[in-house]
C-alpha cells in the first residue's frame, strides 16, 4: 500500500519521500537530514512475504538493516519505534502467550521480524539506538488491499458485515483472534515514542500490545447486537486449516510490560466496532 501524502504537500514542516525503503537512494534522501524519532512501519506483509521470499527479505530484512545503519552513523541515538508483529510466536501456539513466551515464527514473516527485534535490542543495548518493537495484533479495520496480509480477513469480515455485503470466512466461528481497532493502534504507537528508554528493562525491548482476545462467533454477535440479528445471516464459514491455525487459534495473551508502560487495547468488542466505523 502507497502512502498517499497529497494532504501534507503545502505543510513547510513536512518534507515527502516517495519510494521503496529497499531503494538506497530513497534511504539516503529519507536520511539526508538528522532524524530524532523514526516510526517503522514499512514492510511486506505475510501472505506477500512468504509467496515471494526474495521481495519479503530484501524489504522487511536487508533494507531495515540498511536503516538502521543510516541512523547508527547519524550518531545521535534515534528512537525508533518498531512495528513487529504476533506472527513471531509461530503455530501452533501454547496455551497461553505473556512476555516470556519462546520465539518460534513459522513463516517467513514473523523471521524477519524476529531479526529486526534482535537487531534493535542490540544496537540500544549499545546506545546506539533507542528502540521499542511492539508486536501488533490483528488491527481492524485495515485498507483493502489485493493479496494483503493473512490476518486481513479479521478487517474483511467486519467491513462485510457492517455494509450488509455476504462473506466466506476463511476460519471457523470458534476461531480466536486479538483485536485492535486502527485508531488505538496509532495511540499505541504514538505513546511508545514518548516513553523514555530508562522505562524498558535492559533485557525487553520487544513486547506484545495488549489486544481483545475473541472468537470469530462473539465477534459476530457484537456486530449483530450493534446492526441488527440479519447480520448473522451474511456470514458463512469455509475454514482454512492452515490460515486458522496461523492466525485463528490465538490463546489468552497476558501482557504485563506493556501494561506497566501504559499500552491499552480497546476496553471491549463494542467499544472496538465503535473505532472501527471512523475508519471504514
Not at 26 to 41: G, I, K, M, N, S
Not at 79 to 106: C, E, K, N, Q
Amino acid at each position: 500500500m502507497r502512502f498517499d501524502a497529497a494532504g501534507l504537500a503545502d505543510d513547510a514542516r513536512v518534507h515527502c519521500v516517495a519510494g521503496s525503503i529497499a531503494d538506497a537512494q530513497v534511504r539516503t534522501e529519507a536520511l539526508a537530514q538528522p532524524v530524532d524519532l523514526l516510526f517503522h512501519l514499512a514492510g511486506i506483509t505475510s501472505r506477500q512475504a512468504e509467496a515471494d521470499f526474495e521481495l519479503g527479505h530484501s524489504v522487511n530484512l536487508e533494507a531495515g538493516i540498511h536503516l538502521f545503519e543510516g541512523l547508527r552513523r547519524q550518531a545521535r541515538g534515534a528512537r525508533v519505534v518498531y512495528s513487529s508483529s504476533i506472527a513471531v510466536f509461530g503455530a501452533p501456539m501454547p496455551d497461553h502467550i505473556d512476555d516470556d513466551t519462546r520465539l518460534m515464527p513459522a513463516l517467513s514473516y514473523g523471521a524477519q521480524k524476529q531479526i529486526g527485534e534482535i537487531l534493535l535490542a542490540d544496537y540500544s543495548r549499545r546506545n546506539w539506538l533507542d528502540a521499542r518493537s511492539l508486536r501488533l495484533p490483528g488491527i481492524v479495520a485495515r485498507p483493502l488491499v489485493r493479496g494483503g496480509a493473512l490476518s486481513a480477513f479479521n478487517s474483511d469480515l467486519i467491513r462485510a458485515l457492517v455494509t450488509g455485503q455476504r462473506y466466506t470466512c476463511p476460519v471457523s466461528a470458534q476461531a480466536t483472534l486479538w483485536l485492535m481497532s486502527l485508531q488505538r493502534c496509532v495511540d499505541n504507537l504514538l505513546h511508545a515514542a514518548v516513553v523514555p528508554g530508562d522505562a524498558f528493562a535492559a533485557e525487553r525491548r520487544a513486547f506484545t500490545l495488549p489486544a481483545l482476545h475473541t472468537s470469530v462467533a462473539r465477534l459476530v454477535d457484537a456486530l449483530a447486537h450493534e446492526f441488527g440479528a440479519g447480520v448473522r445471516e451474511l456470514i458463512r464459514y469455509e475454514p482454512d486449516a492452515q490460515l486458522e491455525a496461523q492466525f485463528g487459534r490465538l490463546p489468552p495473551l497476558a501482557t504485563p510490560c506493556a501494561d506497566r508502560l501504559g499500552f491499552r487495547h480497546d476496553g471491549d468488542l463494542s467499544q472496538l466496532i465503535r473505532a472501527v466505523l471512523v475508519d471504514l
